[in-house]
């Protein structure tokens, strides 16, 4: 079962990167982008609050924190001061 809740946390994060990288260069109209960014969106929740569910809020936040860009850009910036 723990297994099944990483693999749904994972998957959560790639439609919002389809929505952000792949959706708005398809050769669609407005409304059909927008029906996909809103079932891509309402899909991604859904995996991500099921996770919560498996696999505890206490694991999601952990990780979930790491996933922050300002926690990715904080640690970029230090590692080039080194």
């Known amino acids: 079962m723990q297994k099944l809740g990483w693999f749904l946390f994972i998957v ?3 439609p919002w990167v389809a ?3 792949l959706v708005p260069f398809l050769p669609l109209s407005i409304a059909e982008k927008t029906t996909i960014d809103v079932v891509l969106a309402v899909g991604a929740e859904v995996c991500f609050w099921l ?3 498996i696999l505890g809020k206490e694991v999601v936040t952990k ?3 790491y996933l922050n860009p300002r926690y ?3 640690k970029i ?3 080039n001061r080194r």
Do not use: A, E, G
């Open 12 to 14: 959560s994060f790639l």
């Open 72 to 74: 990715l850009w904080k």
């Open 51 to 53: 996770s919560v569910v």
């Open 19 to 21: 929505i952000l990288f």
């Open 63 to 65: 990780y979930r924190r």
């Open 77 to 79: 910036r230090n590692f």
